[in-house]
Nanobody, 124 residues
């Protein structure tokens, strides 16, 4: 079974850091496009970052560029999102997603597999 499981969310103060993990099972993650998304209450699901299966490059939304870093550990079949200099507006449920056919992007409808999400709250 294809499965994605996020972990690492929690409560952090503004300016702090957090690392999210997305563990994949049932498939080899490096052959897929993989992305991170977030959704705050009353807001549309927003693309944060992804690794393209077409060129292997990483891409970021302007709102997180310079603060967040996406990476992959093929040996552990896990993708990470390192989040630094966190702001209250980063508060959301964060999801990882994967797709085997499409090359990836920041649109949520381009991914076929999703994790359950992990809550990130940035507050003093």
């Amino acid at each position: 079974q294809v499965q994605l499981v996020e972990s690492g969310g929690g409560l952090v103060q503004p300016g702090g850091s957090l690392r999210l993990s997305c563990a994949a099972s049932g498939f080899t993650l490096d052959y897929y496009a993989i992305g991170w998304f977030r959704q705050a209450p009353g807001k549309e699901r927003e693309g944060v970052s992804y690794i393209s299966s077409r060129d292997g490059n990483t891409y970021y939304a302007d709102s997180v560029k310079g603060r967040f870093t996406i990476s992959r550990d093929n040996a552990k079949n896990t993708v990470y999102l390192q989040m630094n200099s966190l702001k209250p507006e980063d508060t959301a449920v964060y999801y990882c997603a994967a797709d085997s056919y499409r090359p990836g992007g920041l649109s949520h409808d381009e991914y076929g597999y999703w994790g359950q999400g992990t809550q990130v709250t940035v507050s003093s």
